[in-house]
């Protein structure tokens, strides 16, 4: 594989969905620097993205192989690169989950997105969104590299699904989502999941300070009903003592959760002048937003930790198997 740049598939400019073109598994290396936006929808012959050797996703000895970010923040070759060097055994952030089935759930969801987009652009009903267990199963029980191969599928498959996507919505894990929310939560998936291969380092930290990721989760989560990770099901029941609560993130803007007697509304506002009620490093904060803690990164609490809403703001549970 060309030593300068891993390869993804483009769609209208995005960065986004998860791994390089099938087709482009043996074939020669291209232009490794395109614009964004020089990509066409259906990943032409002359699509801009360097050759992959799918024999290196399972690869022992990846010391030779240099994956630098193909862009300033790329969350797609972050996560590539770091699923290179991670053996299928290594245990991740996420509850009961080793590499392997961290992957399976990645393909898993890849597909999922897909049938569901491709549904609705044949015409048909919306179906409600497959439970983790019963659409990850099949791809658990994968040996690790055809594990990996699917991986490289469902994600071409998504990538162009995607691509297929106008002004349509299709409905996911209960909310409706357009093309653009689609691309966002590709790059969040990658965002989140690199972390919890490898914990804290420099590029996925900057990946996870981006705003527009926090502005994504704010949005989904509070909408995502079916989630495990929706705030609705963590937050939904700790409400009644509290009409506002700040959760900071300087310099982006605040997220302030709105207690009602029935739910809670969480909105981003400016930076008010009052004291948050949590303060800690953007990055910290998409974590938190997803059932998330990095140990490295302070939290100041300047409300009272006891506080049922602060309190559950403050565990991390992580994404746990059904």
């Known amino acids: 594989m060309s030593a300068e740049r891993v390869g993804v598939p483009q769609i209208a400019g995005s960065r ?91 393909a898993a969801g890849a597909a999922e997105e897909a049938t569901l987009i491709e549904r609705r652009l044949q015409g048909l009903p919306d179906r409600s969104t497959k439970e983790f267990e019963s659409r990850e199963r099949p791809y658990r029980d994968l040996p690790d590299a055809g594990l990996r191969d699917r991986l490289v599928e469902e994600s071409v498959h998504l990538s162009q699904a995607i691509g297929a996507l106008g002004d349509e919505t299709v409905e996911f894990t209960g909310r409706r989502m357009n093309r653009a929310e689609f691309l966002m939560h590709s790059r969040s998936e990658c965002a989140l999941h ?74 981003r506002q400016s930076i008010t002048p009052a004291t948050p009620d949590i303060e800690v490093e953007p990055a910290q904060r998409l974590l938190m937003l997803w059932g998330r803690r990095e140990p490295s990164s302070p939290i100041d609490a300047h409300t009272t930790a006891g506080h049922r809403l602060v309190r559950s703001l403050l565990a991390a549970r992580g994404e746990e198997r059904p």
């Open 194 to 267: 690199q972390w919890d291969l490898v914990g804290r380092d420099e590029i996925g930290w900057s990946i996870l300070s981006q705003p527009e990721l926090t502005d994504h989760a704010v949005r989904v989560l509070t909408t995502m009903t079916i989630s495990n990770e929706a705030l609705g099901a963590r937050l939904g029941t700790v409400h009644q003592d509290a009409k506002r609560v700040v959760l900071r993130g300087a310099p982006h803007a605040d997220i302030v959760f709105v207690c009602g007697t029935r739910s809670i509304d969480v909105v």
């Open 16 to 106: 986004s969905v998860l791994v390089p073109c099938a087709s482009c598994l043996d074939g020669p290396a291209l232009d490794p620097s395109p614009e964004d936006g020089d990509c066409d929808d259906d990943f032409p012959p002359d699509s801009h993205h360097a050759s992959w050797n799918h024999d290196d996703m399972h690869s022992k000895d990846t010391a030779a192989i240099a994956i630098p970010a193909a862009a300033p923040i790329d969350e797609v070759g972050a996560l590539v690169g770091t699923l290179l060097a991670t053996p299928e055994v290594r245990v991740t952030m996420c509850a009961g989950w080793t590499a392997h089935e961290l992957v399976a759930h990645l």
